[in-house]
């Protein structure tokens, strides 16, 4: 006869899974400016997929889920420096545009770039004559930002996602 309560395997599983380093974590997220403007979603889309610890998120996010438990929601306020960086006038550039594989790049448009520093994106501020001004800063550098996150899954991590320091599958990064 078993004796009364759960089995030890039974209170294994009815443990609650929190978000801890080197666990893979599935996130639906909001994410709002400021003046609530909403600048990214993943409603209507796959959660994000992540391995917690590896610097695949922004670090204010990141700290804030720190501990999280699957099915909680957490609304976390991340200022920019926890976020994509300050704003640096520094990353504002006048190039060529003979300089650049696009030769009329538009006013606005995202160009992918390949750097000394490696691959990198600039956004076209300016074009005057044989010169375009572009901004190397994050499109978000300088923002705060407002996430309401709610943690759907928490798993260990495959051998190869911890070598190669990020989740594969459906959401993550490969």
Known sequence: MRPAGRSSQER???????VQDKKVI???YTLKDDDGQLLDTSEGRAPLVYLHGAGNIVPGL??????AEVG??????VPSGEGYGSYDESNI?????????????????LLQLQTEAGPRLALVKALRG??????????????????????V???DPTEEELAHGHAHGAGGAH
């Open 93 to 109: 550039r006048n190039v060529p545009v003979r300089k650049l594989p696009e030769k009329r790049p538009a006013l606005g448009a």
């Open 153 to 155: 899954e928490v798993r």
């Open 12 to 18: 294994l599983w009815s443990r609650p899974v929190k």
């Open 130 to 151: 044989d010169y375009v001004t572009l901004d190397f800063n994050h499109p978000l550098a300088g923002k705060t930002l407002h996430f309401n996150v709610k943690v």
């Open 26 to 28: 599935a996130i639906e």
């Open 72 to 77: 909680q929601t957490v609304d976390v306020t």
């Open 62 to 67: 990141e700290k804030a889920l720190d501990g």
